[in-house]
């Protein structure tokens, strides 16, 4: 199956990719994520990602450009809905890509992470799949969580503190906003 992995960063793109080719899958990359600020973190995770691609020969196509704007157009005002309205916009940017190069189906190192909204986005995957005519490959990676974390420790790769957005890097840093929320 020709399938298209959205990669949100290098460490939680390490297990996915790890399995599907342990299971004879051979997908290729693309890295869009206006989400994670700020300009220095961007260029980090992006760098972080160029290293694990040459080392485990991974193919993936990258958005360089820093998407602070696009996604702020998106969540002022629905802070709340906040994380539901990002997955929308990477899923969406994904399943379009996956078109263009005439993918079969495409999913997201989303579903790694034990600290993302897991069901709502295989929903909203779905649901993007369905209208783009672009199957949504659902699979639970969070089985190999650790596997990840010990994966990239040993590659020495950049690990983030945050989720991405400015939003998350308040709620990691400032105890009162924690308390808040
Ligand atoms: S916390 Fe993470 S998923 Fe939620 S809006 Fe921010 S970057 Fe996106």
Redesign the pocket.
């Known amino acids: 199956m020709k399938l298209l992995l959205h990669v949100c960063c290098g460490p939680c793109t390490l297990y996915p990719l790890t399995v599907l080719r342990e299971e004879g899958m051979h997908p290729s990359g693309f890295f869009y994520n206006p989400?994670i600020h700020p300009f220095q973190e961007f260029e980090r995770r992006l760098a972080a990602l160029d290293s694990l691609c040459a080392a485990m020969d991974f193919r993936v196509e990258s958005v360089r450009e820093y998407g602070l704007r696009e996604y702020l157009r998106q969540?002022v005002f629905h802070e709340e809905e906040?994380?539901l309205r990002?997955?929308e916009m990477r899923l969406a940017a994904t399943a379009a890509h996956a078109r263009e190069i005439g993918a079969e189906a495409f999913t997201t190192t989303l579903l790694y992470s034990r600290y993302?909204k897991h069901e709502a986005i295989r929903a909203i995957g779905e649901r993007i799949g369905r209208e783009s005519g672009v199957p949504f490959y659902y699979r639970d990676f969070r089985t190999g969580w650790q596997q990840g974390i010990e994966q990239s420790k040993a590659m020495g790769l950049y690990r983030q503190p945050y989720?991405?957005?400015i939003?998350?890097e308040q709620e990691r840093y400032d105890k009162k906003s924690r308390r808040q929320g």
């Open positions: 989400n969540v906040r994380c990002c997955y993302q989720c991405g957005c939003y998350s």
